[in-house]
């Protein structure tokens, strides 16, 4: 019988089952590692978007901030301009009023009569001015109780040109 030696076979043979053990273990390492590098490539692009994302959300707040104090001080500038506006329209209102309160001078005060000094203290008038004669102030302090209010005769005097006056008007509330 033919003595066969299996023994360099057997070595051979397990030697090449090691190096393909090898080969796969290195593949599978290989394979590993490039699948740990992709998935590290994927999370850095997701945590960059994750980033960009953010920033541009703490943009958009910072713009809104920005909208929101220029809103803030529309609404100061309004406040101010309705301040104005109000007295404004109460200044328009006086106006009015010593207008008004001209006009009524104007239609109690009889001819021959000239005033020299009007002067208000609230609701008090403070009328001084020449006449030509007694009656024309008695006209006169009849006109202006019937249009303006209470009229009283302070003091008159005699002078060259007539007769001098002065005397108080206590108004109506008008308002």
């Known amino acids: 019988m033919l003595a066969l030696n299996l023994l360099p076979w057997r070595e051979q043979s397990r030697q090449t089952g090691i190096r393909r053990l090898q080969g796969l273990l290195l593949g599978v390492g290989v394979l590993a590692a490039l699948i740990v590098w ?14 960009r994302e953010h920033a541009s959300i703490h943009q958009a707040i ?6 929101l104090a220029q809103v803030a001080q529309h609404k100061v500038e309004q406040a101010q301009v309705k301040r104005r506006l109000q007295a404004l329209e109460h200044l328009q209102d006086k106006r009015s009023l010593l207008v008004d309160l001209f ?16 002067t208000r203290d609230g609701m ?52």
């Open 38 to 51: 992709m998935a590290d490539q994927l999370g850095r692009q997701v945590q960059q978007r994750q980033m």
């Open 62 to 67: 910072e713009r809104l901030d920005a909208q």
């Open 103 to 118: 006009e009524s001078l104007e239609r109690a005060v009889p001819q021959g009569v000239y005033l020299t000094a009007v």
């Open 124 to 175: 008090h008038l403070h009328i001084h001015g020449l006449a030509r004669s007694g009656s024309l102030v008695a006209q006169l302090l009849r006109n202006l109780s019937s249009t303006l209010g209470e009229a009283e005769m302070q003091q008159m005097k005699a002078v060259d040109e007539g007769e001098a006056f002065e005397l108080n008007v206590t108004m109506r509330d008008v308002s």
